[in-house]
């Protein structure tokens, strides 16, 4: 699987993004789907998953009720919506790949990785 992750950039506080992750290569919708971020001097972390159906969906805390996590198998493509932007969260966001679901989710359930995409919230 082939991971594209696009629609970073510089927005300020208190604002929006759609992130987008296109995907190739297999069968997309056998795929978990997850975002991750890493922030400056910062470890990766999770931020948000959901299951190869759609139904299943898992927030980070630092992200819930301001982030929304879909997918569109026709067209191969996985989003993560952030509302209500905070400087915190400013960091490169990838996302990922894996066969299995599992809710709250590690780096290393993950199969497939994007390249990333930059996410800056001046205050």
């Known amino acids: 699987v082939q991971l594209q992750a696009s629609g970073g950039g510089l927005v300020q506080a208190g604002g929006s993004l759609r992130l987008s992750c296109a995907a190739s290569g297999r069968t997309f919708s056998r795929y978990a789907m997850g975002w991750f971020r890493q922030g400056p001097g910062k470890n990766r972390e999770f931020v948000a998953a959901i299951s190869g159906s759609g139904e299943g969906r898992y927030y980070a805390d630092s992200v819930k009720g301001r982030s929304t996590i879909s997918r569109d198998i026709a067209k191969d493509t996985v989003y993560l919506q952030l509302n209500s932007l905070k400087p915190e969260d400013t960091a490169v966001y990838y996302c990922?790949?894996?066969?299995?679901?599992?809710?709250?989710?590690?780096?290393?359930?993950?199969?497939?990785w994007g390249q990333g995409t930059q996410v800056t919230v001046s205050s």
């Open positions: 990922a790949a894996a066969r299995y679901y599992s809710g709250p989710s590690t780096s290393s359930d993950y199969d497939y």
